[in-house]
């Protein structure tokens, strides 16, 4: 790959523009900026529950997502690209179902809490459905890959389904919610 980045900074941001993929210039607030920075935050959050102690095959699945959010961000941040498939939305889907096959059935709301692989896997949850919100944000107003939307949504519900795996992994119980009546 070679010297890619040479140079990490360059000044071209400062007058609050910056490039895309296809080297056009857009300001930093533009929808394409915010949807494929929040999939860098996301790729992020799901850097830090692979931080913690995970079974392996989670941690196999978790490395995966992120060398394909790398993909979608690149995608989102090129106009006219594609690199999301769905194929790759079909492995989600076989994911969530395998590991959700190890869970007892959920009849009651949970809250984002447990320990702190659990916890870290709701925080990527939730900026998942931001990254999924922005995306379709954007795709009001450009072309996108479509994919890659149901490819967000796919994800979150997998991440949700994990952090549930994960609180048993820390030997941790879900904490249910309960509504305003049962918490007196």
Known sequence: MGNRLSKIYTRTGDDGTTGLGDGSRVDKDNPRVEAYGTVDELNSVVGMVLAHDLPEA????????QHELFDLGGELSMPAHQFITDAQVTALEAAID??????????????????????????????????????????????????????LNRLS?????????????EKGAEVLWRSLGDRS
């Open 157 to 169: 519900d997998l991440l949700f389904v994990i952090a549930r795996l994960l609180a048993r992994h």
């Open 98 to 151: 395998t590991f959700n096959a190890e869970l007892p059935p959920l009849k009651e709301f949970i809250l984002p809490a447990g320990g702190p692989a659990t916890s870290t896997c709701h925080l990527a949850r939730a900026v998942c459905r931001r990254a999924e919100r922005q995306t379709l944000a954007l795709a009001r107003r450009e072309e996108i890959n479509r994919t890659s939307l149901r490819y």
């Open 58 to 65: 989670i941690r196999a699945c978790l490395t995966n997502i």
